[in-house]
């Protein structure tokens, strides 16, 4: 994000840029599902909830909160990466012909799998029964989070958060665009893990490709169960290192069964009412 600000902004205006930015994002992603699936079809969607309740005001208020905090943390982080791009610490890779484009689509894909890898291994660590009181345990106050929740974090969880980018920056050269995926791609599959609805198709978790990506239901059980589903955007490590909750698949085929039930119910509903209306129709005439 620091490539997007001009080099001669101080860092002050730059903070105040940075957070603008990620504010922006977040109300667009994490404000436009909770819009869809929390007021404007509270009600009709409500068989695809993962846990048949909604959580309080104060519940989402925290969300919210600690989420703001989280990108004034960012914002410091960005600050202090563009202090090292300008001392010549971060890994140049500006010109689109400075490198081949396989080189380009390599590293745009490594940084999302780096990414999750790194996530899942830190996740684990905040997760250490000496630790998880008091840094991870403010995200873990959703019991059952909804799309706010999708940067929740205390201050230091922040940090670590954040701290893969420095990482990447200092050892390998990526272009800047491939962060800004990266960083597309974080907003909607965290809002989607946070969702509180199971969005995905009932096959999913038994096709053998599918079943390696990560679903609503896994990381609301997260949420929901605590020492189980770390994983982020995949479900690689999770069933590499058997930390997948012994009842995912279960849980997940029951929230998407009960959808294709109340589906098939309209279905069957309308169907009704069509031949109603011929009768009423041919009757008629
Ligand atoms: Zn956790
Ligand atoms: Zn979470």
């Not at 048949?52 to 410091?76: C, M, N, W």
């Not at 909804?146 to 701290?163: D, K, N, Q, R």
Request: hydrophobic letters at 45%; proline letters at 5%; glycine letters at 4%.
């Amino acid at each position: 994000m620091s490539y997007l600000i001009p080099q001669e902004m101080g860092p002050l205006l730059r903070w105040i840029v940075v957070f603008g930015l990620l504010t922006a994002r977040y109300l667009l992603f994490a404000g436009g599902f909770f819009l869809v699936f929390y007021v404007i079809k509270r009600k009709d969607w409500f068989y695809m909830k993962i846990q048949q309740k909604f959580p309080d005001k104060k519940r989402i208020l925290h969300e919210v909160k600690y989420s703001f905090l989280t990108f004034a943390v960012f914002g410091l982080m960005v600050v202090l990466i563009n202090y090292l791009r300008t001392h010549g610490w971060v890994q140049k890779y500006g010109d689109w012909s400075s490198r081949p484009l396989w080189y380009y689509i390599f590293t745009s894909v490594f940084i999302i799998f780096f990414h999750d890898t790194y996530f899942y291994w830190v996740h684990r660590l905040m997760h250490h029964p000496k630790i998880y009181k008091y840094v991870h345990r403010v995200h873990h106050m959703s019991t059952d989070p909804t799309p706010w929740a999708a940067f929740s974090f205390h201050p230091i969880e922040a940090v670590l958060e954040i701290g893969f980018v420095p990482i990447l920056l200092l050892t390998i050269p990526v272009h800047f665009s491939s962060f800004l995926i990266l960083s597309i791609w974080m907003i909607f599959f965290n809002v989607i893990g946070h969702l509180g609805y199971e969005i995905m198709p009932s096959w999913f978790v038994r096709n053998n490709f599918f079943k390696w990506s990560n679903t609503p239901t896994n990381h609301n059980m997260h949420h929901r169960y605590v020492n189980c589903n770390y994983g982020l955007y995949f479900n690689i490590w999770d069933r590499l290192m058997g930390t997948n909750h012994p009842k995912y698949e279960e849980l997940f085929e029951e929230v998407t069964g009960r959808r294709e039930k109340v589906h098939q119910q309209q279905e069957a509903a309308h169907q009704q009412e069509r031949l109603l209306e011929d009768g009423a129709h041919s009757s008629l005439n």
